[in-house]
Structure formats: structure tokens, C-alpha cells
T-cell receptor, first 113, second 111 residues
Framework: KQEVTQIPAALSVPEGENLVLNCSFT??????LQWFRQDPGKGLTSLLL?????REQTSGRLNASLDKSSGRSTLYIAASQPGDSATYLC????????????FGQGTILTVHP | SQTIHQWPATLVQPVGSPLSLECTVE??????LYWYRQAAGRGLQLLFY??????ISSEVPQNLSASRPQDRQFILSSKKLLLSDSGFYLC??????????FGSGTRLTVV
């Protein structure tokens, strides 16, 4: 059974810092890995999708890497802003195109002005 | 472009009452559809998924059921709600490639 762990559980930083959020998974036979953002009381917004054959994806100030063999992914946020405050969720999709998504518990990020 | 609609946004229902949450997807055909629940202080739990019309798989035994009467419509139901059914319900879709797209969620409070 796939298990996904995110570290740290919570992070509070001043504005402008560069951040690294960590995600690990127990079964390396994944189809892809997706990072989401969730604001309080809202649905999930997809940030980055990394296919199993890829090593990283970038979107603006966000960069996600994937090391499938070691079961790890990191989300790098450059020059953090108060608007980045949210819960960040890592999720892995099972080893087929129709595989199910398994989520980590999330990292609660607070960026202070 | 593809969009996913989920309603209602919030719902307060008494114990023992029925439930019907609806989710529709536009701009794609034959999507995989999913219902997740997010309870307070807990992670996202997959409840049901569907790979086609009338095909429903349940992940956990519970008081809920799901149906897919049309290709792009997914419904979550209950005949009699329990207090433990309270939570944030999210519908999602995915295609053969690419990631998941989630709806905006329904906050259900059973009183």
C-alpha cells in the first residue's frame, strides 16, 4: 500500500525566504506526482505535475523535483510572499494511467509580511 | 478547456436525512471521476471512483453511495446521514494522461 509523507507538517517564515517542502513515498512504481495548493475552506489547485519519466517541472517561482528511485519529491518556492500562505499537498498516482491518487497530510505554510 | 462543477458549496443537514451531491465535468469525454472526503484534521480519503458510466468502485465501507448516470456526471448520495458523514467533499476528474483536477468542494455539516 502506497504511503505518502510530507515534512515539515507546518512552516512559518518571513517574506522573501526561499523554501523547500519535502514529500516521500513508499512505492516507487508511480505514474506521476502532483503538487497541490489548498486555501482554507477551498478546493485543491494543481501547481505542478511531474510524470514518472521526468526529473523536474517549473512554473514561475515554483520548482518541483522528482527522484522516483528514492521515493522523494521536493517543492521549491523562491522569494516567498504572504500570498503563498496555504496548505501544500503532495500526491502520487498509482502505476497506471488510471491509477488512484494517494495524498500526503500536507504542509501548512505561513509567510509573514 | 475542461472545467469541473460541484454543488452545493455548503450544506447543513439533520441526522437521518438524505444526501445528494452532484459533480459535472465539461470539455472532456470518458473522464475518470472521483469522490474524496477531507475530515477536519485529517487527510484526503478516496471514497469512490468511476472509469465509465455505471462503473463505480468503493474504497471504504460506509454510509454513502455513488452513481454515474451520464459520462460526465458523478453523484454522491446517502439515504440517512450520520454525524460522522460531516466533512469537506471533493469531486475530481482525470484523463488517460495528465493530473487530477478538483472541484471547489462541498462543506457538509450533519447536525
Amino acid at each position: 500500500k502506497q504511503e505518502v509523507t510530507q515534512i515539515p507538517a507546518a512552516l512559518s517564515v518571513p517574506e522573501g525566504e526561499n523554501l523547500v517542502l519535502n514529500c516521500s513515498f513508499t512505492d516507487s512504481a508511480i505514474y506521476n506526482l502532483q503538487w497541490f495548493r489548498q486555501d482554507p475552506g477551498k478546493g485543491l489547485t494543481s501547481l505542478l505535475l511531474i510524470q514518472s519519466s521526468q526529473r523536474e517541472q517549473t512554473s514561475g517561482r515554483l520548482n518541483a523535483s522528482l527522484d522516483k528511485s528514492s521515493g522523494r519529491s521536493t517543492l521549491y518556492i523562491a522569494a516567498s510572499q504572504p500570498g503563498d500562505s496555504a496548505t501544500y499537498l503532495c500526491a502520487v498516482k498509482g502505476g497506471t494511467s488510471y491509477g488512484k491518487l494517494t495524498f500526503g497530510q500536507g504542509t501548512i505554510l505561513t509567510v509573514h509580511p | 478547456s475542461q472545467t469541473i462543477h460541484q454543488w452545493p458549496a455548503t450544506l447543513v443537514q439533520p441526522v437521518g436525512s438524505p444526501l445528494s451531491l452532484e459533480c459535472t465535468v465539461e470539455g472532456t469525454s470518458n473522464p475518470n471521476l472521483y469522490w474524496y472526503r477531507q475530515a477536519a484534521g485529517r487527510g484526503l480519503q478516496l471514497l469512490f471512483y468511476s472509469v465509465g458510466i455505471g462503473q463505480i468502485s468503493s474504497e471504504v465501507p460506509q454510509n454513502l453511495s455513488a452513481s454515474r448516470p451520464q459520462d460526465r456526471q458523478f453523484i454522491l448520495s446517502s439515504k440517512k446521514l450520520l454525524l460522522s458523514d460531516s466533512g469537506f467533499y471533493l469531486c475530481a476528474w482525470s484523463g488517460a494522461v495528465g493530473g487530477y483536477t478538483f472541484g471547489s468542494g462541498t462543506r457538509l455539516t450533519v447536525v
